[in-house]
């Protein structure tokens, strides 16, 4: 058999393998339940439309908001296009400097979903490493995580966030305080949402310390922290995905919190909770666009993603099936 063959062969094999792993994914209960829910392919479409359009902002944004350079005061102040003294070169108004609203809210987006995933990530990280470490190996370990967990949750997660961002700024230097402004803010919210992660994961070591499979790893020697990783981490991860989609939302908005209350991202990198934050001083004096199209931009974000974690949550849950 020739060499030509043999590729031929196994190109057509893996034609034949991918075609397979498509149907197979098409006739999947997870991709049946999206298809039912009309709900949930909406949401799914708006989250792809503004996530899509804040990574490609600097491409498909009609102006750069973050270069002060380009900004000009005669331009401030324009309403939206269908207004009568409205612009078609500023479909959505310009903000008291001159910004085109449109470009602002496109890069606000990204910084706003940077953030967010960002600390979501972290505090996925961090949450899933404790909860691991004190339903695994349980005594004086778990006590101490738990009870701090605990306590962590007799708060609201935004006064946590205050307090963290709070003092992490008093102890920088002040010619860092700007340029670490949004690591602050990552770290700050992800200390915030761990605790919903490091009490899932515990709950479910609890559950897979005591099996068969892990007894057996244990008795033939191997490390515990192998046994953690290779064994049980991957039979707990199923409901860190769906509280990971869930905080999503609501760390874009704790973001969005923070920035409005002036301690979020600095102003020279506008997000969308900066933005409602400077449209609100104007709000009452009849430029309602400044305010009006970030806020509405930031509801439907967060409501599209909070929609997409409750479908992950049931489709992912056997006793809804």
Same mark, same amino acid.
Do not use: C
């Given at each position: 058999?020739?060499?030509?063959?043999?590729?031929?062969?196994?190109?057509?094999?893996?034609?034949?393998?991918?075609?397979?792993?498509?149907?197979? %994914?098409?006739?999947?209960?997870?991709?049946?339940?999206?298809?039912?829910?009309?709900?949930?392919?909406?949401?799914?479409?708006?989250?792809?439309?503004?996530?899509?359009?804040?990574?490609?902002?600097?491409?498909?944004?009609?102006?750069?908001?973050?270069?002060?350079?380009?900004?000009?005061?005669?331009?401030? +102040?324009?309403?939206?296009?269908?207004?009568?003294?409205?612009?078609?070169?500023?479909?959505?108004?310009?903000?008291?400097?001159?910004?085109? +609203?449109?470009?602002?809210?496109?890069?606000?987006?990204?910084?706003?979903?940077?953030?967010?995933?960002?600390?979501?990530?972290?505090? +996925?990280?961090?949450?899933?490493?404790?909860?691991?470490?004190?339903?695994?190996?349980?005594?004086?370990?778990?006590?101490?995580?738990?009870?701090?967990?605990?306590?962590?949750?007799?708060?609201?997660?935004?006064?946590?966030?205050?307090?963290?961002?709070?003092?992490?700024?008093?102890?920088?230097?002040?010619?860092?305080?700007?340029?670490?402004?949004?690591?602050?803010?990552?770290?700050?919210?992800?200390?915030?949402? %761990?605790?919903?992660?490091?009490?899932?994961?515990?709950?479910?070591?609890?559950?897979?310390?005591?099996?068969?499979?892990?007894?057996?790893?244990?008795?033939?020697?191997?490390?515990?922290?192998?046994? +953690?990783?290779?064994?049980?981490?991957?039979?707990?991860?199923?409901?860190?995905?769906?509280?990971?989609?869930?905080?999503?939302?609501?760390?874009?908005?704790?973001?969005?919190?923070?920035?409005?209350?002036?301690?979020?991202?600095?102003?020279?990198?506008?997000?969308?909770?900066?933005?409602?934050?400077?449209?609100?001083?104007?709000?009452?004096?009849?430029?309602?666009?400044?305010?009006?199209?970030?806020?509405?931009?930031?509801?439907?974000?967060?409501?599209?993603?909070?929609?997409?974690?409750?479908?992950?949550?049931?489709?992912?849950?056997?006793?809804?099936?």
């Amino acid at each position: 058999m020739s060499v030509d063959s043999v590729a031929a062969g196994a190109s057509g094999k893996e034609a034949v393998r991918r075609p397979a792993s498509k149907r197979r %994914w098409r006739d999947s209960d997870l991709w049946w339940s999206f298809t039912r829910s009309k709900l949930t392919v909406v949401s799914a479409v708006v989250t792809a439309v503004i996530v899509v359009s804040a990574l490609l902002a600097p491409v498909i944004a009609p102006y750069d908001p973050t270069d002060l350079s380009s900004l000009s005061l005669l331009d401030a +102040m324009i309403p939206p296009a269908w207004e009568a003294d409205g612009s078609w070169s500023h479909p959505f108004g310009t903000d008291d400097q001159g910004r085109d +609203m449109l470009s602002a809210i496109l890069y606000g987006a990204r910084i706003s979903l940077v953030v967010g995933a960002a600390s979501v990530v972290l505090a +996925m990280l961090l949450g899933v490493a404790l909860g691991l470490v004190a339903g695994y190996f349980g005594g004086w370990l778990d006590t101490v995580i738990m009870r701090l967990a605990d306590v962590q949750l007799s708060f609201p997660a935004i006064l946590i966030a205050l307090l963290i961002d709070g003092v992490a700024k008093t102890a920088l230097p002040r010619d860092l305080q700007s340029s670490a402004a949004i690591a602050v803010v990552i770290g700050a919210i992800a200390l915030s949402y %761990w605790v919903h992660f490091a009490r899932t994961v515990r709950g479910s070591t609890l559950v897979e310390r005591g099996k068969e499979y892990v007894q057996a790893a244990y008795v033939t020697g191997v490390h515990p922290l192998a046994i +953690m990783l290779r064994h049980v981490l991957p039979n707990v991860l199923g409901p860190v995905l769906v509280i990971a989609t869930i905080n999503l939302a609501q760390a874009i908005l704790t973001e969005a919190t923070l920035s409005f209350l002036g301690l979020g991202v600095p102003a020279t990198q506008p997000s969308l909770g900066t933005l409602i934050r400077i449209g609100n001083n104007f709000l009452f004096s009849g430029e309602w666009w400044i305010a009006m199209f970030p806020g509405a931009t930031l509801a439907l974000l967060a409501l599209a993603v909070n929609l997409l974690g409750d479908w992950l949550r049931d489709a992912l849950n056997p006793k809804l099936r």
